[in-house]
């Protein structure tokens, strides 16, 4: 598959998976000869710019907090035709500079998506990043508008650490949609304290006694999930027939 093709199918796989909670009308459904004709321009639009593909740059609104961001970001793409470029460590200070530089909110979120492996140092560089990211939002708050927004929601208001949830994602990985794989059983993400607490009645259990999914399972990143969601995984057996299991992401 094509660089091309596997960014058409990257947007597709993400508006299936971002759909219930962001406004994904502004994904259009470009063709394949559409695509590379905004890959290759070089007049970019807007403050995302990381390079080649940086016009594929997309900002959501989330449905229910208007004030809240999701920023994708297709980072350092080659020319067509050319090899890869190195992603280094350097790509965290970059992605803390947009929110340093206030180009992006402080609660905003990020997909960010590479042509290269994720190798260990990438991976924790961005956690590093994302935890960072924690800490800021703990000493200081969510913006006046986004408390304002969430605290309407009452019973279905997020807690704080959905705000700028950032994950990286191969871009092989979304080009394939993992979760119409056969052996990947349907996953959802369960974020309300009071959906939670009816699991954790049902189950006889608590937060500290689920099985663990990390936030970096490549599920998880597709339903994006913060430290605190349970993760609902439906599964399916000839003996048992459908049964429901659950796993607490940190």
Same mark, same amino acid.
């Given at each position: 598959?094509d660089?091309?093709?596997?960014?058409?199918?990257?947007?597709?796989?993400?508006k299936?998976?971002?759909?219930?909670?962001?406004? #994904?009308? %502004? @994904?259009?459904?470009?063709? $394949?000869?559409? &695509?590379? /004709?905004?890959?290759?321009?070089?007049? +970019? =639009? *807007?403050?995302?710019?990381?390079?080649?593909?940086?016009?594929?740059?997309?900002?959501?609104?989330?449905?229910?907090?208007?004030?809240?961001?999701?920023?994708?970001?297709?980072?350092?793409?080659?020319?067509?035709?050319?090899?890869?470029?190195?992603?280094?460590?350097?790509?965290?200070?970059?992605?803390?500079?947009?929110?340093?530089?206030?180009?992006?909110?402080?609660?905003?979120?990020? #997909?960010? %998506? @590479?042509?290269?492996?994720? $190798?260990?140092? &990438?991976? /924790?560089?961005?956690?590093?990043?994302? +935890? =960072? *990211?924690?800490?800021?939002?703990?000493?200081?708050?969510?913006?006046d508008?986004?408390?304002?927004?969430?605290?309407?929601?009452?019973?279905?208001?997020?807690?704080?650490?959905?705000?700028?949830?950032?994950?990286?994602?191969?871009?092989?990985?979304?080009?394939?949609?993992?979760?119409?794989?056969?052996?990947?059983?349907?996953?959802?993400?369960?974020?309300?304290?009071?959906e939670?607490?009816?699991?954790?009645?049902?189950?006889?259990?608590?937060?500290n006694?689920?099985?663990?999914?990390?936030?970096?399972?490549?599920?998880?990143?597709?339903?994006?999930?913060?430290?605190?969601?349970?993760?609902?995984?439906?599964?399916?057996?000839?003996?048992?027939?459908?049964?429901?299991?659950?796993?607490?992401?940190?």
């Amino acid at each position: 598959m094509d660089l091309i093709n596997k960014i058409l199918n990257s947007r597709i796989t993400l508006k299936k998976y971002l759909e219930n909670e962001w406004d #994904i009308s %502004i @994904i259009s459904d470009y063709s $394949t000869s559409e &695509i590379e /004709k905004i890959y290759n321009s070089k007049k +970019y =639009k *807007g403050n995302l710019n990381f390079g080649v593909a940086s016009n594929l740059n997309i900002t959501l609104d989330h449905k229910k907090l208007k004030s809240h961001k999701l920023h994708i970001i297709y980072y350092n793409f080659p020319e067509l035709n050319s090899s890869s470029i190195k992603i280094t460590k350097q790509c965290g200070d970059k992605i803390l500079s947009l929110y340093n530089s206030e180009i992006i909110n402080p609660e905003d979120s990020i #997909i960010l %998506i @590479i042509n290269e492996n994720i $190798t260990e140092n &990438i991976a /924790k560089t961005i956690e590093d990043v994302y +935890y =960072k *990211g924690q800490e800021h939002i703990l000493i200081n708050n969510l913006s006046d508008e986004i408390t304002e927004e969430n605290e309407k929601l009452h019973k279905k208001k997020y807690n704080m650490k959905h705000f700028r949830n950032i994950h990286i994602f191969q871009l092989d990985n979304l080009s394939v949609d993992i979760g119409l794989h056969n052996i990947v059983p349907k996953h959802e993400a369960v974020r309300f304290e009071d959906e939670k607490n009816k699991i954790y009645e049902s189950t006889n259990t608590n937060e500290n006694q689920l099985p663990i999914i990390l936030r970096t399972d490549p599920m998880a990143k597709l339903l994006r999930l913060a430290p605190g969601d349970i993760c609902k995984i439906t599964r399916r057996s000839e003996r048992c027939g459908e049964y429901l299991y659950y796993r607490i992401c940190q």
